[in-house]
C-alpha cells in the first residue's frame, strides 16, 4: 500500500476542510503549507492588482517563503497537494513548497477547490516544480464533496 501525504495551502480555510476530509478517508499523514507571512484579506484581494496575490501570480518565477518542511518526505509515495485555484492555476506557494524536495519518482496529485474556476493548465505549470515526478491530471473539488465521492477518485492513484 503506498504511503500518502495530503500537503495544502489555504488561504481563507475551504482547502483546509478538503484537505482535511481527504487526509481521513485515506488514512494519510496531513501537512499545511504556511507561509512565513501570512495572507491577510488584503493580500488576498485579487480585483486590486497590486493586492500580494495578485503581484505574486503576475510573475510566475515568484516564491513565498514557507515556515516549515514536511519531515521525511522520502517517505511517501503518493503526495496530494491541495490549493485554492488562482488565475486558473495554483498558488506560486505550491511551487515554492514542491522546490524544496526531491520528488524524483512520486506521484503528485493536485486537486483544488475554486468559486468557479478549473483546473487550467495547473498540472503543466506544477511539473516542472517536481522534475522526475508524476504529476497526474488534478481536479476541482467543491468544498462540500462527499467522503465517498473523495475516496472513489483519491484511490485511483494509490497502489
Avoid at 485579487?46 to 516549515?68: G, L, Y
Avoid at 475554486?114 to 503543466?124: D, K, L
Avoid at 522534475?131 to 473539488?141: C, S, W, Y
Wanted: glycine share 6%; charged share 25%.
Amino acid at each position: 500500500m503506498s504511503k500518502v501525504l495530503v500537503s495544502y495551502f489555504s488561504a481563507s480555510g475551504v482547502t483546509a476542510k478538503l484537505a482535511k476530509k481527504l487526509a481521513a478517508v485515506m488514512d494519510a499523514d496531513l501537512h499545511e503549507i504556511k507561509p512565513v507571512v501570512p495572507y491577510t484579506s488584503a493580500d488576498l484581494d485579487w480585483t486590486n492588482k497590486k493586492s500580494r496575490s495578485s503581484v505574486e501570480m503576475n510573475d510566475k518565477s515568484f516564491r513565498p517563503v514557507i515556515a516549515d518542511k514536511v519531515e521525511n518526505m522520502e517517505q511517501y509515495d503518493v503526495i496530494f497537494i491541495a490549493f485554492p485555484i488562482w488565475w486558473y492555476v495554483a498558488p506560486t506557494i505550491v511551487n515554492s513548497f514542491l522546490e524544496q524536495y526531491d520528488l524524483s519518482g512520486k506521484t503528485i496529485v493536485p486537486l483544488a477547490t475554486s468559486g468557479g474556476s478549473g483546473m487550467g493548465n495547473t498540472g503543466r505549470e506544477l511539473a516542472p516544480s517536481c522534475p522526475g515526478a508524476a504529476v497526474k491530471e488534478g481536479k476541482r473539488f467543491p468544498a462540500n464533496v462527499g467522503e465517498e465521492e473523495l475516496r472513489a477518485w483519491a484511490k485511483e492513484f494509490c497502489i
